[in-house]
């Protein structure tokens, strides 16, 4: 698999880069826009994953060009944390997904394969997990035919525990993941949301997904 990493913080690159090749992945990297776009739309790749700010031509912008071209090669876009608009963008732009800096290196692995995989299906911006689904277009979660509402902060949490199934998520991660920082043994915020969003999305349904992993994290796992 050949992926092209778009990304002008060339620490960010290189560790991608690394990352990346230690997987198996050949990866050709590219620091601005403006070569990004022209060897994007030029050279066959399997994968791109891009930062939005670039110096010269912004990842939007590229992202536009390639769909506009009919090339369909999955990106997974890199984000400043917190600008939902530019995600939103993006994904209605034709990108496949995206990640918020910063983000670990098994986080971006396991969301390009995703990627990967649902390209080679032709499936859309769509996770879903027994008969739970969140559409990360229009972030619209449901059970089964019953819509869910949640908070964008609800919404990432569970989109956090979705994104590895039937896997432990340590509160580490969720932190990390959801709101940024370091987690602090000595409070207990993630427990707290997770049982805000237990009362949406378990507490009315019989079988439920969102299963305690004493003293490490949370999975989502039916119960059954
Ligand atoms: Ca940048």
Known sequence: MHILVVEDEKKVAAFVRA???EQGFSVEVCHDGNTA???????????????????GRD???IVRKLREGRNTVPVVLLTAR???DERVEGLNLGADDYLAKPFSMTELIARLNAVLRRHNGGGLAMQSYSDLSLNLVSREVRRGET??????????LLECLLRRPGKVVTRVEISQTVW????????????VAIQRLRRKVDDPFPRKLIQTVRG????LQ???
């Open 59 to 61: 990842g939007l912008s």
């Open 216 to 219: 490490i994290g949370y999975a």
């Open 147 to 156: 819509k869910i509402d949640l908070t964008p902060r609800e919404f990432s």
């Open 180 to 191: 940024g920082h370091q987690f602090d043994a000595g409070t207990n915020f993630v427990d």
């Open 82 to 84: 917190g600008d939902l």
């Open 19 to 21: 990352g990346l090749e």
């Open 37 to 55: 776009a022209a060897i994007a739309t030029t050279q066959a790749f399997d994968g791109i994953v891009m930062d939005i700010m670039l110096p």
């Open 222 to 224: 039916t119960d059954t």
